[in-house]
């Protein structure tokens, strides 16, 4: 829709032309969210198209997406073999509520910005542990756990101006083995609960990933796949009985039911030796 | 900047904030239409350099440079992409608005993509065809038949509007640039209750741009009812175009009109209201309380907050219980819901050089609306026209003034034209919805299951207005009973005001609520008494020869035209055992079951309505029709047609068709209740033949031959051995001072009853509550089928809105009474992935009171659908769930505790 309070579009060509900011500054990526909604509060959109960030990066050391990566992009990643876990990336990708035409559009960093508790990218880099590179606006710059970035519905750790530069995803969370499961009130819709469970290769480890559910991403390490009970008491621990998110999507109690249920299905998937494919 | 839209160059600015799609559509592509303007429904698709985008979300200045292509551009050359084609030949739309987006998006989809379409369309929502026939296009398939002279009437034939539709030209009410118009903006109450102390407009009106702020002090101190119906009596003057109260949050508080949308809303934003804050009631049980909170003190205030009560006894239920081996007693109920028709409500308002006054509206009732307008601003009716051009779906929402008024009112105040487009948000919190209705039913039967008493209590919420409260509840408490043939009936209904969005009539209207309640109800009975369901209804149900009544004992212009209830139900039962359908998921945690209803429909309104047509001959020899009635993807004006065409022995083609205008056709009630066949098209069925005499009388005179021998062949006309065509013999009436013209009115009365059966075949996974439709059938006893393919066209539809209000949507309403999920992304109509498809069959009847033997239908077909699936879900689980919506997270916690 028309951002009618909107001034003026500014389109640097470096991150370092934006020196101040503004209490109605925004960065604009692919804008899917920016105008689907009123914005009556800003008055400044700054454009990150032409900073040309190169989308994907592949190196030994796993994968680096720019924020300005379009989801379309990143689904049409083609992952070397050895990155099963890579998978991922389609299957979260499905879990968004959005169409592929969205996907033309929307990028991974808006994503993970919007800080819903469904977005499916911050599934996703939680899941494989990424990390995020984030500039502030006096030019320094810090890394943070991609776990650590939402910290709650819509809510997250970046100050004024600062701004999510990029997504690493290590190679060795890529090597993994994963199980995921999803649900949703509607076919195809926003996630009531999306979890994703993993486990490094010739272990027996497993790293439990909790989100839609909870108002921001909850993760649970075991050293083993634990057992039922353990799993179950694990969950309780990390997330207090009040802690599920309630939304049109799915009643509080209903996600917190899925999330058990969920992850007893990961938990038994991954206590089954991998099968090769 | 520099745009290429579909091949043509534009340099032009945007605004800073524009998106693409207002961009667009300020150049004059108005193809490129507004669902939400929020990403959900996709109306707006268009192609970015061959890539297909939401352009409400794309920001304008990002495409300068690009190649732009909008459903205009589509075509090459004149000649329609195969996607074009595809809908076409499958007719894959009915309102059509959503038709643009629907194509740009398929005609982009890979061979992969189209593999997969529930993902492929996600992002394109239909809200008319229940995306039956979008598959077929999608597959290849053709519907339409060919327009043979003579056999009109039972052919599949297209919507004469299809090729504008699929190439982005047909007009919805918003495509017109209007020059010098001004836009109009409203501010919505934030509060649910409350007083208008003060409006300071000195912020708002130094906004630039801004010509005018209306509040309750700049209109007419006049009552009325949103509401359009024949007889204006029928619903309660409670409403004051803007008011000093506000009685639920979205209410209008203020009108705005500036030179531009933007400026209308900053404007909005700056008016300074000072509101006292009143207590607010939500709850129609609470609201009926003696110490509650009263919204309306219009001379009525002794009745509190109910609106109105009706109440009525057949027998005595007392009795019937007392001699009944078995008693089920339950309350269900049925969620507030909205139309969400793909169009959103807009008028546009002028005047002419001779200050006539002009308004181009998106209305079920364009008559009514103008009746109304001559009320509330005390014009003379000669002085006002109304008029529709292409609607983008009504389903009852459009069965409201509630855009034209304030359109007027600004346009009277300033002089200027003044356009008004609601916003998809607006759709949610400011118009109209379904009623939300609770309803406790008690049943009483013999051994065998034969009733003996049927009792229901309803309470109806009306929300802040009563619009349709009266009629609704009416209809709620009628067909629904009527449909069982028992002696001892009872009835009692309260329509109560409370703080909530106001409730309207609503495809189904009423019906629909206690439908749910008591075909559950007729479910329980049956297994408390291990009774088939089937069985079960065919013993109880009605048949001609009974008398039929529902609660009240005075003599109804009711009566059996024809008879199929017996023919759906066999149908019905026939499917689900047929061994079609999908097969259970596989997996313990599944369990499937089958369940039925049957739903039975009064043809037309017990209230007045009346409908008339203009027919003539033209001198090339076609047919000129007008007609009053709307068309708003309901296929009126297809099925007139072919009604025209039948009677005057010629082809579809051959008949022009205008209508829904209050200057150019006769008077029309409008078009809702289910009456576009039954009373329009009776209408069209009187003029026809009428005409057709006139034709007849005329040629015998100029031939000689007796009228006996005088027939119509398609464009000619048959005089006994002498055969002459129209074009000649309207030269030959013309040279005499013959005129070929006719016009008829139709009332309703006697009426007619239609039925519908539906049956599903589900599997639900009873640790998740997850509900899949294995199998969906729908038999209809709808008279003869005018157009086979929109009859099915307007189930397939019915069954797919009923699928929504059964397991997906449900406006939700906080604490404060304000709507929480006002858009398509947190209130989901179904998209592609969520509507099976349905079978459908027809009963063989031919009815002795509807024009050409046919029924009303473009309601019924929703009515069963809620109880069918509710029924199989109990019949798999043992359990019954008697609240709408059956949504996952509300169903698991009663299945998953044994898992």
Redesign the interface.
Known sequence: ?????????KRPLTADEITGWASGDAW?A???WL???P??SLET?I?L?QLGWPALALSDGGLDIAATCSIATLYGFNPPVQWGAAALIKECA?CL??????W??ATVGGNICMSLPAGAMISLTVALEATYELWQRDGTQREIPALDFVTGNHANVLKPGELLRSIHIPARSLSKRFALRH?S??????S?ALIVGTQTGGTGDMLLTITAATPRPVQIAFPAVPTSIELRRAIDAAIPGDGYFA?????A???H??TY?FAEQIRQELAQPAVLA | MTYLVDGKQISAEPHAGQCLRTFLRDFGSFGVKKGCDGGDCGACTVWLDGVPVHSCLTPAFRAAGREVTTIAGLAVDGVLHPMQQAFLDAQAFQCGFCTAGMIMTAASLDAERLQDLPHSLKGNLCRCTGYRSINDALHGRTSVEADVAGRACGASLPNPFGPSIVTGQAHYTMDVAVEGALHLKVLRSPHAHARIVAIDRQKALAVPGVAGIFTWEDVPRRLYSTATHEDHLVDPDDTYMLDNVVRFVGQRVAAVVAETEAAAEAACHLLDVTYEILPAVFDPVTAMEPDAPVLHDKGDAARGNIYVDIKGEVGSVLEGFAGADAVHEMTYSTSRVQHSHLETHGSIAWKDETGRLHVRTSSQAPFIAKQKLCHLFQMSPRDVHVFCERIGGGFGGKQEMISEDLCVLATLKIGRPVQWEFTREEQFIGATTRHQMTTRVKLGAKRDGTLTAIDVHVVSNTGAYGGHGGETLAAALGNPLTAYRCKNKRAEGYAVYTNIVPGGGFRGYGASQTTFAIESAMDDLARTLGIDPFAMRRLNMVRPGDWMESVWKDPSDVTFGSYGLDQCLDLVEDALSSGRGAEPPAGENWQSGTGVALAMLDCGPPTEHRSGAEMALLPDGRYHLAIGSTEMGNGSVTSHRQIAASVLSTRADQVAIINADTDLTPYDTGTFASTGTVVAGRAVDAAANALLDNILDFASRHTGAPTSECHLDDDEIVCGNRRMSLQDLWKAGHAVGHRFEAKRKAYLSPRTVAFNVHGIRLAVEKVTGEIRILQSVQAADIGRLINPMQCRGQIDGAIAMAIGWTLTENMMIDDHGAVINPAFRNYRIPAFADVPESEVHFADTYDAIGPLGAKSQGESAINPVAPAIANALANATGVRFAHLPLTPDRIFDRLSHDA
């Open positions: 829709m028309n951002l009618n309070a909107i001034r003026a579009i604009l692919g804008g899917t105008f689907s909604e914005q009556p959109l454009d198209e499905n509520l959005a169409s592929f035409k969205i033309n559009a649900a009130l509607t076919k195809l819709g926003r009531a939304d049109p999507h799915g009643s109690p209903y996600k039911h899925l249920h």
